[in-house]
């Protein structure tokens, strides 16, 4: 049994250690408690519905665009459009990046990556005459260990599908999050989340997707995004952007 159980202990530490390796951590210097609401890919719901709900909080969200997925309709669900990515930067709202074609990062190339996000780059800075994309989001949540290192060199932060809270350090390459989907998670989960956020003066992060009254499994109602922006001001934690988010813990606003 010791034999079998050492390899195995090892290949625990080699991952470990590789992991740190490769992390970009920062210390989180932020003087309270910081949620973000972030939308992916992303569905119109989330513009007329989502974008709608943080503003009448004089609040604001990332969203990550995948270019190829403008004026489309997948999987029965109208995404997002060129006047939707206009009414967004106008309000103040940041567009972040996905891969182009919304392909997992982890069976790309060096080469075959930076072209998803050249061509996401360019597609979005031909709809916006002033953008810049400091926020990238991994489609699916899939990431390897040479995507991430590549992105996170392209990218002020890259945020996760990996599931918690942002305590104390925060890997700038691998932010972790928490899944805003009406299936999973309801009031009570979030009202004990953003305890936990003030109690140790966190970063917590929401993701989701379309935010309709029937949403799909990867999508809110407006009723519970409602629910966690008024959870998330009653405990007067600030509600920022990915990017401003960054700014805050760093020490720098």
Not at 172 to 189: H, K, M, N
Request: glycine share 6%.
């Amino acid at each position: 049994m010791i034999r079998l159980a050492l390899p195995r202990a090892l290949t625990a530490v080699r991952r470990r250690f590789r992991t740190m390796l490769f992390a970009r951590t920062v210390p989180m210097r932020n003087r309270s408690a910081i949620v973000s609401f972030t939308f992916d890919d992303f569905p119109k719901s989330a513009v007329s519905n989502g974008a709608r709900l943080l503003e009448d909080f004089g609040a604001r969200g990332t969203f990550y665009a995948t270019g190829s997925y403008c004026g489309r309709v997948i999987d029965d669900i109208p995404q997002y459009c060129v006047e939707d990515l206009a009414a967004l930067a106008r309000a103040g709202h940041e567009i972040g990046c996905h891969t182009f074609t919304h392909v997992r990062v982890s069976t790309l190339s060096r080469a075959s990556l930076n072209r998803e996000i050249d061509l996401n780059a360019a597609f979005l800075a031909g709809q916006l005459s002033r953008i810049d994309l400091r926020s990238f989001a991994y489609p699916f949540g899939d990431l390897s260990f040479a995507a991430t290192m590549q992105l996170q060199s392209r990218f002020t932060a890259c945020r996760s599908s990996q599931p918690g809270l942002n305590i104390g350090v925060a890997d700038l390459g691998r932010l972790q999050s928490v899944r805003l989907y009406d299936r999973l998670i309801g009031p009570r989960d979030i009202f004990k989340l953003i305890r936990q956020a003030v109690t140790n003066n966190a970063w917590l992060i929401f993701y989701t997707h379309d935010v309709s009254d029937r949403p799909s499994n990867f999508g809110c109602t407006p009723g519970l995004l409602k629910h966690a922006l008024e959870a998330a001001s009653e405990a007067h934690l600030g509600i920022l952007t990915i990017d401003n988010a960054v700014e805050a813990i760093c020490g720098r606003n």
